[in-house]
Every structure is written in structure tokens, then in C-alpha cells.
């Protein structure tokens, strides 16, 4: 069965720096001058790569009604963030999800299981790639900068 839902609106990008999150590393140095383009990124979420990724994401979701209204109550579409990453030539992201400890946090009142957790966490993270991929593949027209130093090793 297929979740019948409106997309929520796209997130609000602000300067993180994805180091900082457990679940992404940019490899540069000097990340305080990094042009993650979050800027660009943004319009390109507003112009329609949001919505566009969500409808491909419902098509193969596995979440259920319940599950995704406890992750819209806790707006966590609203928690992810898309950034650049220029030593990858890739748009970088980071998902939000239900914390660990969500049980003695009295998180959400519906939340009663670990696989429920573990599902809306999945599901969001599985969201989060199909738009880094669509922006990359349908959005972006730059080229990454990132030129490697002319020291290394050659493997040839």
C-alpha cells in the first residue's frame, strides 16, 4: 500500500558544519571557509527537488500512515540538512532522527516500539539520498573545486 500524503515543506538550511554531525565527514582543511552552497541548495529544494524527491521516496516508502504522522508531529523533515561537498562532487546530507533514548524522553506518545523507531529512522535516512541524489543528478551545473595536491603518490 502506498503512503497517500502531501509533502511536508523543505527544510531551512542554516551553517552547520557537517563535522559536526556523527554521520558525516568533509575532508578539507580550513572547513570555516568552505562554500557548502546551502544558499543554492535551497532554492533548488524550494524550486521543486523537495517535492519531486518526496514523491519518489512515497513510492517505494515502507513507513505507514501512523509512522510518518509521528514523524511530521515531531517535525523531523524539517531537521535535515543539505550541504555541498566539493572534495566528493556529491551533495552531502544529514538526516534527523528519533534519539536513542526516546523511551525515557517520553519522545512522542504513539511511539511504543524500537522497530518503529528503527523504521521512521531508516525511512528518513533513505529520504535524505534519494534528494542528494536527485539534486546532483537533476539540479546542480557546477563542477566540484577541489583540486588534489600534486605530491600525492601515483598509483599507476
Avoid: C
Wanted: charge should be negative.
Amino acid at each position: 500500500m502506498t503512503l497517500e500524503v502531501e509533502a511536508p515543506d523543505p527544510p531551512e538550511l542554516e551553517f552547520v558544519d557537517p563535522n559536526e554531525y556523527e554521520d558525516a565527514t568533509i575532508s578539507a582543511d580550513g572547513a570555516d571557509e568552505i562554500d557548502y552552497r546551502r544558499e543554492d541548495l535551497q532554492a533548488f529544494l524550494e524550486e521543486g527537488a523537495w517535492e519531486e524527491a518526496f514523491e519518489e521516496w512515497l513510492e517505494d516508502t515502507d513507513l505507514e500512515e501512523r509512522e510518518y504522522e509521528i514523524a511530521r508531529d515531531l517535525d523531523l523533515f524539517a531537521g535535515f540538512d543539505f550541504f555541498w561537498d566539493d572534495f566528493a562532487d556529491r551533495v552531502g546530507y544529514h538526516a534527523p532522527g528519533i534519539p536513542e533514548d526516546w523511551q525515557t524522553r517520553e519522545y512522542h506518545p504513539e511511539l511504543d516500539t524500537w522497530g518503529t523507531v528503527s523504521s521512521i529512522n531508516a525511512e528518513l535516512t533513505e529520504f535524505g539520498q534519494i534528494v542528494s541524489v536527485l539534486l546532483k543528478a537533476e539540479y546542480i551545473d557546477w563542477e566540484a573545486q577541489y583540486e588534489p595536491p600534486e605530491d600525492l603518490p601515483d598509483f599507476d
